[in-house]
């Protein structure tokens, strides 16, 4: 028989022989249960679970969460600017289709989009761009409550100066603000007040210093910076003004929700709103001006919330969070600086692990991370910058204190990744413990929200009073 070569090169060494039919009989029921096993396989597609997208001046991100890892290729086409993306392995279903509707008129980046089953098995998006941009395309593992996710990051060709976007939304002579002005406490006796004793420039000046944002952002301060250095060695008192950079971070942010209240409150919302509250409170003061690290719902990854603060050469750098214990009755605000040694406590070692674990919540694409900042900036770290920290820690932390209980009476250290800019003193708060029911409350409560303001303004100048900040080539 034509077969029985075949049969018999089957056989295994040691193994009672029954015959051929026998042999036949056991192949069939292989072939059978291979085909059983890869089968279903053959057919299985992955299912897209959710669809979001993050609109932000400084990006645009897209996320896919699916249930299995998907395999995608992308390409730029031009004139007019597209961005072609084929995901392997997906058949369309609702929950894709509906990212048609959720991308917004106002995003900076993304006209339309379309969605495709371009054949069988790889559905095609086309993202009809409103300028071109430089995409990243990545996969991350399932982390916190996602699965597999799928992310489009689409950055503009020219990336946000964050000086001119600071200047541009700043405003700083404007006689009006908005609702969060109050009232702000005289400082104790002895106290100077380094922002009110500073000189004080006309509104005429302090417009005149505002670049055109249509020009060159980087160019428009070479130059008035230029001018600066040249009046000031011309010996002209009192025409120029040491500006005060603060750059305020609100934690978290985008697919990053942080923690949550038990009333379904947000710790990104609650944080972000305090520090818009805080910006324009810190403003009121004509020399000193604010960068928020972000200022809508995007995930800023940690490392680059500190290298916006280097850039804009911060002279503080304070990160506002609201976070959660695993149990409801932890309560009280803090204050953290970096730590070199080790936590102070098992809690704050505990929160540090627990914030320094953004990035994988929020999702940075780890081929284009910059993987040194981290230990660089652990490093470089010096004991002065760490003093300095603990100086405005206590002094924020003395003024929080008088509107809020304290979870402990002195400022914590822990090794916060955000903290590590090493020439920048820099704290991290936590308000209150969104996971407290009460005090859940009292981060949802638009008084509590201007009372913390007022209380970490107030200790900002107390410790710019005590520790005037050092000169630097940045005069306005």
């Given at each position: 028989?034509p ?12 193994q ?23 089968a ?9 679970l ?23 290729t ?7 600017e ?5 995901i ?14 959720k991308?917004q008129?106002?995003d ?20 009809d ?38 200047i ?7 006689d ?43 160019a428009e301060?070479?130059?008035q ?31 990053d929700?942080?923690?949550s209240?038990?009333?379904g ?13 805080l ?5 009121e ?15 800023v ?26 149990q ?11 730590s ?13 692990d627990?914030?320094?674990l ?7 694409n ?12 652990f ?12 100086k ?19 400022v914590?250290q ?10 920048i ?14 005090e859940e ?36």
């Amino acid at each position: 028989m034509p077969s029985t070569p075949q049969i018999r090169s089957q056989h295994v060494s040691g193994q009672a022989d029954s015959g051929p039919v026998s042999r036949r009989t056991v192949l069939k029921a292989g072939a059978t249960l291979l085909l059983s096993v890869v089968a279903p396989m053959r057919a299985y597609a992955a299912q897209i679970l959710a669809v979001r997208v993050w609109p932000a001046e400084d990006y645009t991100r897209v996320t896919l969460e699916n249930d299995a890892v998907l395999k995608a290729t992308h390409f730029i086409v031009k004139d007019p600017e597209r961005m072609v993306v084929d995901i392997e392995g997906l058949e369309l279903n609702p929950t894709l289709k509906s990212l048609v509707a959720k991308i917004q008129s106002n995003d900076p980046y993304i006209k339309q989009v379309r969605v495709g089953q371009n054949r069988p098995n790889v559905v095609r998006l086309v993202f009809d761009l409103k300028e071109e941009i430089t995409p990243q395309v990545f996969t991350l593992p399932p982390a916190g409550s996602y699965k597999h996710r799928l992310i489009f990051d689409l950055y503009p060709v020219k990336a946000v100066d964050p000086i001119a976007a600071m200047i541009e939304k700043g405003d700083w002579s404007s006689d009006g603000k908005d609702a969060a002005k109050t009232e702000m406490a005289p400082l104790k006796p002895g106290e100077a007040d380094v922002a009110a004793a500073a000189p004080q420039p006309p509104k005429e000046q302090l417009e005149a210093l505002k670049p055109d944002l249509k020009a060159e952002p980087r160019a428009e301060l070479k130059e008035q910076l230029k001018t600066a250095e040249s009046q000031a060695k011309s010996d002209k008192p009192g025409k120029l003004v040491r500006m005060l950079t603060v750059v305020l971070d609100p934690g978290h942010g985008g697919e990053d929700p942080g923690a949550s209240g038990k009333n379904g409150s947000r710790e990104k919302d609650i944080v972000l709103a305090i520090a818009k509250r805080l910006k324009a409170k810190i403003e009121e003061f004509p020399n000193m001006r604010v960068m928020l690290t972000r200022d809508g719902d995007y995930f800023v990854p940690l490392g680059t919330r500190v290298e916006k603060a280097r850039k804009v050469q911060a002279d503080l750098f304070v990160s506002i969070h609201a976070d959660a214990f695993v149990q409801a009755s932890a309560r009280g605000s803090s204050v953290f600086v970096l730590s070199e040694k080790g936590a102070t406590s098992t809690a704050a070692r505990w929160l540090a692990d627990k914030e320094n674990l953004a990035d994988t919540i929020g999702g940075v694409n780890v081929k284009s991370h910059d993987r040194q900042l981290a230990s660089v900036l652990f490093d470089l770290s010096t004991t002065a910058q760490i003093n300095d920290s603990m100086k405005l820690g206590r002094s924020v932390l003395g003024e929080i204190g008088g509107i809020n209980r304290l979870h402990k009476g002195s400022v914590e250290q822990a090794g916060f990744a955000v903290l590590k800019a090493p020439d920048i003193p820099s704290i991290l708060i936590e308000t209150a413990f969104i996971s407290n029911p009460e005090e859940e409350a009292k981060l949802l409560d638009d008084g509590y929200q201007n009372q913390m303001a007022d209380a970490i303004v107030k200790g900002i100048r107390r410790y710019f009073a005590k520790n005037p900040p050092l000169a630097k080539n940045r005069l306005t």
